[in-house]
């Protein structure tokens, strides 16, 4: 399967964003889907995963109540809606995939597909 992620840009302290991450297959549904992130300098780290049917999700402590992660499976979409952004949030967001996946999946190795990122950038 193929990722594309879009939505990024340039976002002031408390602003809104939503990501969007569209899929190649009409599988889509079989898959996990996950979001990632990574800063300047430092490693990829996990930020929200979902389950193939939507019901399932985790997010990392560092965005819960922030974040929410929404999947559309007619659409091939999965989306990240970013709410009350901190300068901290600013990294390149990575949206993933895995169809074997027996469960949510939060550790970077665990993805076999990846898209290519967009930024998102939170001036203070």
């Known amino acids: 399967v193929q990722l594309q992620a879009s939505g990024g840009g340039l976002v002031q302290a408390g602003g809104s964003l939503r990501l969007s991450c569209a899929a190649s297959r009409r599988t889509f549904s079989n898959y996990v889907m996950g979001w990632f992130r990574q800063a300047p300098g430092k490693e990829r780290e996990f930020v929200a995963a979902?389950?193939?049917?939507?019901?399932?999700?985790t997010y990392a402590d560092s965005v819960k109540g922030r974040l929410t992660v929404s999947r559309d499976n007619a659409k091939n979409t999965v989306y990240l809606q970013m709410n009350s952004l901190k300068p901290e949030d600013t990294a390149v967001y990575y949206c993933?995939?895995?169809?074997?996946?027996?469960?949510?999946?939060?550790?970077?190795?665990?993805?076999?597909?990846w898209g290519q990122g967009t930024q998102v950038t939170v001036s203070s």
């Open positions: 993933a995939a895995d169809l074997f996946a027996p469960a949510l999946l939060t550790m970077v190795n665990e993805y076999d597909h």
């Open positions: 979902i389950s193939r049917s939507g019901d399932g999700i």
